[in-house]
């Protein structure tokens, strides 16, 4: 029997027997059936208007809800925008969701489980922007990237993005078989789409994070942020008319974002029976990770439980697998996972001020399942 929807939540919308296939790990295939290139992706219900070449970019942070308020912003993108939107992944966060895109694969397949997350050979925390701990991105992430996949059936393939992201453990786990174009500003960023466009077939990815910096910092209601996805937007539009008629621009995000004031934190160092039985907190604020002692799960779920009510759901590694919160979970990656994971509704967050004082100075931020965060748009220009 199907499970019930969780009140206020969006689940994913991974590809499946069951699934609509309409999240970020299906772009890259559909992008696959637009050229008319077989490549041998998962089947997908994202259809595309076929082209020659493709320009995908990702705006990191422009949730769907957030681009749909925001049309004095943003007029092009938003006259791009469609009723129906896509989902990202869980956690719904930058690192997770930029390899469910690079791999065309859910979460619980490429292992990207997190902004943190446990490595479970040491015990340590890695964390998946900064790749802050000696493990080898190819083994962490072993299986071929859409980017390598789509080469190999004859299509070019670029990345246009910043110069320091090259080489790093985010990039190598997925984004690797693509040639890497560093663009550090507008300028550079049109020049390498279009520079990638000219070749047939092909498909080049452009990423730009700026709006997400300024939402984390300024949080989503400020002045900061809607500047910012004003100049995005008259970005956007210029690169669709540098591009020739015939290349496809598409437009997608990662995921969306939400404003937690001080009134809204948890800290969970206030509740010393929240450590009970914990070796480990990973995750972020909006979406955690809690690691145990053996034989403490069933404690420390029902203790999170008891303490958060309906502040945010508590579910053990295994209620979230049946959920299907991490689609596919491949034996190796399981662990990675909390042994109790727990996403906050509205605008909760479940901050540590010993682990992660520094979550504490955000104001936007992101990683559950409303809406706001989980639904992003697919814009075809």
């Given at each position: ?261 001080k009134a809204s934190h948890i800290d969970i160092e206030d509740t010393p029976a929240l ?107």
């Open positions: 029997m199907p499970l019930q929807p969780l009140s206020g939540f969006v689940e994913p919308a991974y590809s499946g027997p069951l699934g609509a296939g309409r999240s970020l790990g299906d772009v890259l295939p559909a992008v696959a059936g637009a050229l008319g290139v077989p490549v041998g992706f998962h089947e997908t219900s994202l259809a595309l208007p076929p082209a020659p070449a493709y320009v995908v970019m990702l705006v990191d942070g422009l949730g769907h809800e957030l681009l749909a308020e925001h049309r004095a912003q943003a007029p092009y993108l938003h006259s791009l925008l469609g009723e129906e939107p896509a989902t990202c992944g869980v956690p719904s966060t930058t690192a997770t969701s930029l390899t469910s895109l690079g791999t065309a694969l859910t979460p619980g397949q490429h292992g990207l489980v997190g902004f943190t997350s446990r490595v479970p050979e040491t015990g340590a925390l890695l964390n998946s922007l900064f790749w802050d701990q000696p493990v080898d991105p190819l083994e962490w992430q072993p299986n071929a990237t859409a980017f390598t996949r789509l080469e190999a059936a004859g299509v070019h393939t670029s990345v246009v993005s910043k110069r320091e992201f090259a080489g790093s453990g985010l990039t190598r786990c997925g984004q690797r078989g693509a040639s890497y174009v560093g663009a550090d500003d507008v300028v550079e960023r049109i020049a390498g789409a279009v520079a990638g466009a000219a070749r047939r077939p092909s498909l080049t990815y452009v990423y730009d994070g700026d709006l997400d910096w300024h939402g984390h910092r300024a949080g989503v209601d400020s002045q900061r942020w809607r500047a910012q996805l004003r100049d995005i937007d008259e970005d956007v539009q210029e690169l669709r008319e540098e591009l020739p008629d015939e290349v496809r621009l598409l437009v997608v995000a990662d995921h969306g974002m939400v404003d937690s004031t450590r009970d039985g914990v070796t480990l907190l990973g995750g972020e604020a909006r979406f955690r990770h809690v690691y145990c002692h053996g034989g403490a799960v069933p404690d420390v779920a029902a203790t999170w439980r008891e303490t958060l009510g309906s502040r945010a759901t508590v579910l053990t590694r295994d209620e979230a697998i049946e959920r299907g919160w991490f689609g596919v979970v491949d034996p190796n990656v399981r662990l990675r996972l909390g042994d109790v994971v727990v996403a906050a509704h509205e605008d909760w967050a479940l901050m540590s001020s010993k682990d992660f004082a520094y979550e504490m100075t955000l104001i936007g931020l992101h990683g559950s399942l409303t809406s706001r965060e989980m639904h992003i748009p697919i814009l075809v220009g």
